[in-house]
């Protein structure tokens, strides 16, 4: 059984800095991360396939994304974070097709809080 663990969230003032980490039980080639603010579905913010990645066009240029695979473990590096970045975040493997939609994932961890204050 896979799994995804994530850490790292929680309480930051607007234009501070968070880095989230994703461990794995397994070394996967396609790992993404959502997040999901109350109310709302389950949004793109990242994915990294090997060495190559992408980014939401919303945290480009803020958020990046890296990975260790000594450790099978994928970090989200946030900057410049705002108010709006508030939301659970999750990271996911696994994925066919569509690495931007969250449907495309197999195996899903079990989310960090991620809360900005203005």
């Known amino acids: 059984q896979a799994q995804l663990v994530e850490s790292g969230g929680g309480l930051v003032q607007a234009g501070g800095s968070l880095r989230l980490s994703c461990a794995a039980s397994?070394?996967?080639?396609?790992v993404g991360w959502f997040r999901q603010a109350p109310g709302k579905e389950h949004e793109f913010v990242s994915v990294?396939?090997?060495?190559?990645?992408a980014y939401a066009a919303s945290v480009k240029g803020r958020f990046t994304i890296s990975r260790d695979n000594a450790k099978n473990t994928v970090y989200l590096q946030m900057d410049s974070l705002k108010p709006e970045d508030t939301a659970i975040y999750y990271c996911?493997?696994?994925?066919?097709?569509?690495?931007?939609?969250?449907?495309?994932?197999?195996?899903w961890g079990q989310g960090t809080q991620v809360t900005v204050s203005s």
């Open positions: 996911a493997s696994n994925a066919r097709n569509n690495y931007r939609l969250a449907t495309s994932y197999d195996y």
């Open positions: 990294i396939v090997g060495t190559d990645s």
């Open positions: 397994f070394s996967y080639v396609t």
